[in-house]
DNA sequence: CAGGATCCCATCTGATACTG
DNA sequence: CAGTATCAGATGGGATCCTG
């Protein structure tokens, strides 16, 4: 899942920052910790991914919830703004797979020259 | 037409870099010479803005027409291809129509603390 | 475990000046 | 007119180390 080599870095757009997308993904089946954000979305340093989310927060995507234990647990879930935008994604990930070999075609035919 | 102050600067999502979806509104009417477009585009630069235009045309997303006259005359057209991102720039619209104005407000209340 | 702090580099974007 | 060249600032993303 999210390998670094998957296409959707050649993506004409863009959901959000880098990882916004992924993690919304990652969020759709439910709410997963810290942690378990860190597995799917390889190559995302903790301070990345902790900025990621806080700004998704911040804009009402996600819900932060901690729990007062120790050691700590923090679990982020979808709101149903941040669900909002699958449907979006679904869409990007349509076009991708209908006209994504084609841009690839044009790249390198231009590249060619 | 896209005032810096517009609110899609604020989106959380992007068609490409910075200029690419506002290009591809650009020329949804037909093509449109350079100087066409730096009007629209309220500031871009022309640095910019044919980076913009030579990686939107690697991608095959536009056509660039040179016509062999003096002074030079150069039109870009979009492709189908790029017509296809036409649909999902509707979406993001839509999204932004419906959804905007809650992510505003969840980021306010936030900055609020 | 869930991050914060620091440092650093690449890329993006823009300002300005210049050219065929 | 339609760019290119050069420079500079801002931003994004990552590496590394540290902590309640």
């Given amino acids: 899942m999210f390998d670094p080599m998957c296409p959707s870095s050649v993506l004409p757009f863009r959901i959000g920052d880098k990882w916004t997308g992924m993690v919304v993904r990652c969020l759709e089946q439910g709410p997963r910790r810290f942690g378990e954000l ?56 349509a076009w991708s797979r209908e006209h994504l070999p084609e841009l690839l075609r044009a790249r390198q035919a231009y590249d060619a020259d």
């Fill in 38 to 93: 860190r597995g799917p979305l390889r190559g995302v340093t903790s301070k990345v991914l902790s900025e990621t989310l806080r700004a998704m927060e911040r804009d009402g995507l996600i819900r932060r919830i901690a729990y007062p234990e120790n050691p700590p647990r923090v679990e982020y879930d979808l709101t149903p703004l941040g669900r909002s935008l699958l449907p979006l994604l679904d869409a990007a990930r």
